[in-house]
């Protein structure tokens, strides 16, 4: 077989005579998060861009594939080029490799999300690089390399029609490596736009959808191949280890029913999934996919999707808070109702697998136990803890890029699990600590317990999930360990009951609000929410009270003061601007500097914009020994 120089810039090559592709997918060998065998079974499935790939290329080339992460890299194959998908995280890996077939005379192409965003970079290291999504883009690539024509870059002008979609290939993948090799997909683009996610950016933002008919007869050929596939290692197989495989297939540890769909939004359309889960129900498979976490407020759907074979959803939480939810452009998840919707997936069985991002500017310390304890109480079968990473090609790589806030640039650490950028509320050691404790805690063996203590089907395959990706947890991060404040911060979060409400004196903030904003709620808030975060500008905790308050929760608040400035050594801003109603007595108590300082003698516990809300209410009270904050808290 002819060897072919890479190709360098103006350079034509010869026409090839033999035609071998190499597909690759890298991963580092020597990453400390690097799944073993069972692990990789238990709770990995492989993505779909290289069998794609194959797919697509034409039928007089043969085609190998090796995913990194399963098995080694031979560098010594005797192919006539070498294709590389690249997730950013692994680019510097890929560099590594594309050297060493290069070395070896080999023609290397790179594809994916990192080569996109970064084609300069990546064309350092490639003969071809491939922007956007391939499938109409790789034919001709071919064409022109077996012309001798190759271009250095193609990139995409149209996203490539869903219809007609060659099924990906497989079968290349390697047997018994992967929880599941039956993947496919029915959609892609994304039009939610969040900040930190790459999706809309590369796929669109709007949703492509695959015609039904299609998916189901793509499925259906992946079955039988797979069903025969097993039929025969139990036929081959000594008669106990056909015994335990088919054991294994039927709680559901092997991929003998098993079907991911991976896109990135399954339920982009309810018409769509409608036709789709209804066509589904003959086929008897168990599925798994990515989805909005709102889908659970509709009954009807989640029944649906469980009667024909829904078994779990991964679902982009991101965050328990609504102000880091609206910063990364995620208003549509609404924390109110996460628990409500969460016991919607449970009611019909289907396992609720959120993912958590750690690190938006308004998180500060107390955000890692505040969401291990809620999934924890909401018995969430599984969880995977991410730092904030900004990735390129997204606005929140472009907003930290500008900002001067990205301090590493080494790309092998933007795999969600290190921290690359300077949070705003926390240090980058708090923040990849806290990512570390998270772990550890909602995959002890107590919490494990706990929460699958209530499902209702796969006992067995989710018990086994949670244990290896225990082993990986405990392999691969230190135990981690949050500061005194962590706990503080928690503690001082609290929705409190208002019983007093014959006597409400609305805020005149509030009231202003009304006036000139028609759309202002009106509706009384009978609870005390408090909000506390760090601020660091003034050095102290910044205590932020919203709905009512009445006499008895004002001891409560002050009570939770002096706890804070006992453990904190901090000095307490307690903002009034969000408080809409209080009682008379409950200012009173506000009001009462004596009573103040003598509750919390250590610190100072200043007071903003508490004139501004309730002064006509306050004028026959003294305020001479309340300290007020007269200086704006920007960015509180």
């Known amino acids: 077989m002819a060897l072919i120089q890479p190709m360098r810039q103006g350079q034509l090559l010869k026409p090839?005579?033999?035609?071998?592709?190499?597909?690759?997918?890298?991963?580092?060998?020597?990453?400390?998060?690097?799944?073993?065998?069972?692990?990789?079974?238990?709770?990995?499935?492989?993505?779909?861009?290289?069998?794609?790939?194959?797919?697509?290329?034409?039928?007089?080339?043969?085609?190998?594939?090796?995913d990194e992460a399963v098995q080694d890299i031979d560098f010594d194959d005797p192919c006539d080029m070498v294709g590389l998908s690249i997730m950013t995280c692994y680019a510097p890996r890929a560099y590594e490799i594309a050297k060493e077939f290069r070395k070896r005379g080999k023609t290397v192409v790179m594809g994916g999300v990192h080569p996109t965003y970064c084609p300069d970079e990546a064309l350092q290291h490639a003969d071809a690089i491939v922007?956007?999504?391939?499938?109409?883009?790789?034919?001709?690539?071919?064409?022109?390399?077996?012309?001798?024509?190759?271009?250095?870059?193609?990139?995409?002008?149209?996203?490539?029609?869903?219809?007609?979609?060659?099924?990906p290939r497989v079968e290349l993948l390697s047997p018994d490596s992967y929880m599941t090799r039956q993947c496919s997909f029915t959609t892609r683009g994304c039009h939610f736009d969040c900040e930190f996610c790459s999706v809309s950016p590369f796929n669109g933002k709007t949703t492509r959808r695959r015609p039904v008919p299609e998916v189901i007869t793509e499925l259906q050929n992946v079955q039988r191949w797979i069903r025969s596939e097993l039929v025969e290692r139990i036929r081959d197989e000594?008669?106990?280890?056909?015994?335990?495989?088919?054991?294994?297939?039927?709680?559901?540890?092997?991929?003998?029913?098993?079907?991911?769909?991976?896109?990135?939004?399954?339920?982009?359309?309810?018409?769509?999934?409608?036709?789709?889960?209804?066509?589904?129900?003959?086929?008897?498979?168990?599925?798994?996919?990515?989805?909005?976490?709102f889908?659970?407020?509709?009954?009807?759907?989640?029944?649906?999707?469980?009667?024909?074979?829904?078994?779990?959803?991964?679902?982009?939480?991101?965050?328990?808070?609504?102000?880091?939810?609206?910063?990364?452009?995620?208003?549509?998840?609404?924390?109110?109702?996460?628990?409500?919707?969460?016991?919607?997936?449970?009611?019909?069985?289907?396992?609720?697998?959120?993912?958590?991002?750690?690190?938006?500017?308004?998180?500060?310390?107390?955000v890692f136990e505040r969401a291990v304890d809620f999934l924890k109480k909401n018995q969430v079968e599984l969880a995977y803890f991410n730092v904030l990473t900004p990735l390129p090609g997204t606005a929140l790589f472009d907003r930290y890029n500008n900002a001067g806030r990205i301090f590493d640039r080494d790309w092998s650490k933007y795999d969600g699990k290190h921290v690359v950028f300077q949070p705003s509320r926390m240090t980058p050691e708090q923040l990849q600590e806290g990512f570390?404790?998270?772990?550890?805690?909602?995959?002890?063996?107590?919490?494990?317990?706990?929460?699958?203590?209530?499902?209702?089907?796969?006992?067995?395959?989710?018990?086994?999930?949670?244990?290896?990706?225990?082993?990986?947890?405990?392999?691969?991060?230190?135990?981690?360990?949050?500061?005194p404040l962590a706990s503080v911060l928690k503690n001082l979060q609290a929705k409190l009951p208002v019983l007093d409400t014959d006597h409400?004196?609305?805020?005149?903030?509030?009231?202003?609000?009304?006036?000139?904003?028609?759309?202002?709620?009106?509706?009384?808030?009978?609870?005390?929410?408090?909000?506390?975060?760090?601020?660091?500008?003034?050095?102290?905790?910044?205590?932020?009270?919203?709905?009512?308050?009445?006499r008895l929760n004002?001891?409560?608040?002050?009570?939770?003061?002096?706890?804070?400035a006992e453990k904190a050594k901090m000095d307490i801003i307690v903002n009034f601007e969000n408080l809409?109603?209080?009682?008379?007595?409950?200012?009173?108590?506000?009001?009462?500097?004596?009573?103040?300082?003598?509750?919390?003698p250590n610190v100072k516990v200043r007071y903003r914009k508490f004139r501004d809300a309730f002064e006509t209410s306050m004028q026959e009270l003294s305020l001479s020994g309340i300290e007020m904050l007269t200086e704006d808290l920007q960015d509180a």
């Open 131 to 167: 922007c956007g999504e391939a499938e109409d883009l790789w034919p001709r690539l071919v064409a022109d390399y077996e012309a001798g024509m190759m271009q250095r870059v193609y990139k995409m002008t149209n996203f490539p029609s869903l219809e007609h979609y060659k099924a």
């Open 436 to 483: 570390y404790w998270a772990n550890h805690q909602f995959y002890s063996l107590p919490n494990i317990w706990y929460r699958l203590s209530g499902t209702k089907q796969r006992f067995i395959a989710r018990w086994e999930m949670n244990r290896e990706f225990r082993k990986l947890v405990k392999r691969s991060c230190p135990k981690g360990r949050l500061s």
């Open 580 to 600: 809409k109603l209080a009682a008379p007595d409950a200012l009173k108590a506000l009001a009462d500097s004596e009573a103040i300082k003598a509750a919390v």
């Open 554 to 564: 004002v001891h409560e608040l002050i009570n939770r003061i002096r706890e804070a």
């Open 295 to 366: 889908l659970g407020d509709d009954e009807e759907m989640v029944k649906l999707a469980a009667e024909s074979g829904c078994v779990s959803v991964f679902v982009g939480m991101e965050s328990l808070d609504e102000d880091s939810l609206d910063e990364t452009n995620k208003p549509f998840n609404r924390v109110q109702k996460f628990s409500q919707e969460i016991q919607m997936f449970h009611k019909y069985g289907i396992m609720v697998n959120p993912g958590i991002v750690f690190g938006f500017d308004n998180d500060d310390e107390a």
């Open 238 to 293: 000594p008669l106990w280890n056909a015994f335990l495989a088919a054991l294994k297939i039927r709680v559901g540890l092997d991929d003998g029913s098993i079907v991911a769909f991976v896109d990135d939004l399954h339920n982009s359309n309810r018409a769509y999934c409608r036709e789709l889960w209804t066509a589904l129900k003959p086929l008897k498979i168990k599925w798994g996919c990515q989805s909005t976490l």
């Open 504 to 550: 409400l004196i609305p805020s005149a903030l509030h009231a202003l609000k009304q006036r000139f904003d028609p759309k202002a709620p009106s509706t009384q808030q009978l609870t005390l929410n408090i909000k506390v975060k760090r601020h660091d500008k003034f050095a102290a905790l910044f205590m932020d009270l919203e709905g009512a308050i009445d």
């Open 16 to 66: 090839v005579r033999g035609k071998r592709l190499l597909l690759v997918d890298p991963y580092p060998r020597n990453s400390r998060y690097h799944l073993t065998a069972s692990e990789r079974r238990a709770v990995w499935f492989p993505k779909l861009s290289l069998p794609t790939i194959a797919a697509y290329t034409p039928d007089s080339w043969d085609v190998d594939l090796v």
